[in-house]
C-alpha cells in the first residue's frame, strides 16, 4: 500500500484505508472511503481524482491519509 500523494497522474486505485477518522467521515461523505476506485488525473499539490462519475481536488496533506493500492489493468490480446 501507498499514500494516495505518492500516486502518479493515470494510476488506478483502490482505497484501503483512511488514517484519521475525523477526516474520514468527511471524505466518505464526498464518495472516497474503502473500496472505493479513484483514478488520479493529475497531481502533486492539488491531487485532481476522478471519483465515480465527478473530479475531486485534494491537498496533499490529505492526500497523504488516505492509503491505497494500485490497480494493474489487464493487458487486452489483440489478434
Same mark, same amino acid.
Given at each position: 500500500? @501507498?499514500?494516495?500523494? #505518492?500516486?502518479?497522474? &493515470? @494510476? =488506478?486505485?483502490?482505497? =484501503?484505508?483512511? %488514517? #484519521?477518522?475525523?477526516? &474520514? @467521515? $468527511? %471524505? =466518505?461523505?464526498?464518495?472516497?472511503?474503502? &473500496?472505493?476506485?479513484? $483514478?488520479?488525473?493529475? &497531481?502533486?499539490?492539488?491531487? %485532481?481524482?476522478?471519483?465515480?462519475?465527478?473530479?475531486?481536488?485534494?491537498? =496533499?496533506?490529505?492526500? $497523504?491519509?488516505?492509503?491505497?493500492?494500485?490497480?494493474?489493468?489487464?493487458?487486452?490480446?489483440?489478434?
Amino acid at each position: 500500500m @501507498v499514500s494516495l500523494a #505518492d500516486c502518479a497522474a &493515470g @494510476v =488506478r486505485v483502490l482505497v =484501503r484505508h483512511i %488514517l #484519521d477518522e475525523s477526516y &474520514g @467521515v $468527511r %471524505l =466518505r461523505e464526498l464518495g472516497i472511503g474503502e &473500496g472505493m476506485e479513484l $483514478r488520479v488525473l493529475r &497531481g502533486p499539490d492539488p491531487l %485532481l481524482l476522478h471519483v465515480r462519475e465527478s473530479r475531486l481536488a485534494l491537498g =496533499r496533506e490529505l492526500a $497523504r491519509r488516505i492509503w491505497v493500492e494500485p490497480i494493474q489493468l489487464e493487458e487486452v490480446v489483440r489478434p
